[in-house]
């Protein structure tokens, strides 16, 4: 199977289509669960692969840390390692180098820093992360790209984004002719539309598989994010896969389908459910709250993941507060399973061309809140 992405139906701006890889096809939009150091906290594979989820996103940060990537390699790649055999997109490690500012050392060549988990000192470049994205054998390989959080000022954002513009051709020239394999490229610029648009053109001129608008989702708040979304991914190539790194909640999710984003990734389905908090079409549902203690109910009883149809909330509330692994697991279950159901909502509707009412009635289900106590 050759690699690819074929666009299926437009409603809107929203978009619904399929990217193509030797490993299957990854329906858009799409949610990429995380799974940072080759897991999902949580979940076994073959439970991600039940709610739904097409793709999984690995982290080259930590991985290169920990088992380290020529490891990887030695036992058979990183679908191998971690018994997935689905599509998997890395990212650069940018990001989490970024987090790491009170430990790194920023130059045109790339990114020393310590490690955060025994302080061994590490070396990044766009040849380095380009070197161990192919160790590890990922579907979807990512520009190394440098990210400043936000606010920030004009000038360091002017900096920042043609650095990064300048490591996305190094990216390109380092990651060569590898059939099967996609390179996407990562636009960047804060949220001012001119760096935006000379970002979008400048990774347009070297040439990806497909484009991430990154560089959001880090400090800025929802209403300046959903502003620089009405413009920056219509710089982009119709053609080409769109993914927006880094979101989010599903009311986030919803609204950058809505301004043309085909892919999205988030730590906060298993990071919430380790909380002991669920995300439902009704909102957000917190299980600590003693209002659960005696509520044989379901969490969701539209719901069919196991979750919702094997166990009662207030099952889940002594759970949670006995602090027992299965709360965790089962509400990591419910969340990921919900965000697949939204995302196969989305699809349908988008091809439907019912995108605006499915938008109106998500925000109607938001607004009523958890159903009322017992």
Known sequence: MTTGFTLKATDGRARTGVISTTRGEIRTPAFMPVGTAATV?????????????????????????????????????????????????????????????ELRKLTEKGVTFRSHVDGTKYELTPERSMEIQRLL???????FDEC???????????????????????????????????????????????????????????GFDGYAVGGLAVGEGQEAMFACLDFAPEFLPQDKPRYLMGVGKPADIVGAVARGIDMMD????????????????????????????????PLDEA????????????????????????????????????YQELMAGMRAAIGE???????????AGVALGDIEPL
Request: contains cysteine; proline residues 4%.
């Open 303 to 338: 719901c069919s993941c196991p979750c919702c149809t094997g166990y009662s909330r207030a099952y889940l509330h002594h759970v949670v507060r006995a602090k027992e692994m299965i709360a965790g697991m089962l509400l990591t279950w419910h969340n990921l399973h919900y």
């Open 353 to 363: 061309g019912r995108f605006a009412a499915f938008e109106a009635d998500f925000h």
């Open 266 to 297: 988030c730590v906060l389905p298993s990071r919430s459910g380790r909380t002991g908090q669920a995300w439902t079409r009704r909102g957000q549902v917190n299980l600590r709250n003693a209002r659960h203690a005696e509520d044989p109910r």
């Open 137 to 143: 054998g990922s579907d979807i390989v990512m520009a």
């Open 148 to 206: 400043p959080a936000l606010p920030a000022d004009r000038t360091r954002l002017e900096e920042s984004m043609r650095l990064s513009m300048r490591w996305a051709l190094r990216s390109r020239e380092a990651f060569g002719d590898r059939p099967g394999h996609m390179l996407f490229g990562i636009m960047q610029g804060g949220l001012e539309r001119d760096l935006r648009e000379e970002s979008a053109k400048a990774l347009t001129e070297i």
């Open 41 to 101: 906290k949580g979940m076994m594979p073959e439970s991600v692969a039940a709610t739904g989820a097409d793709i999984l996103l690995g982290n080259t940060y930590h991985l290169m840390l920990r088992p380290g990537a020529e490891r990887v390699a030695r036992l058979g790649g990183l679908h191998r390692f971690m018994n997935w055999d689905k599509p998997i997109l890395t990212d650069s490690g940018g990001f989490q180098v970024m987090s790491l500012s």
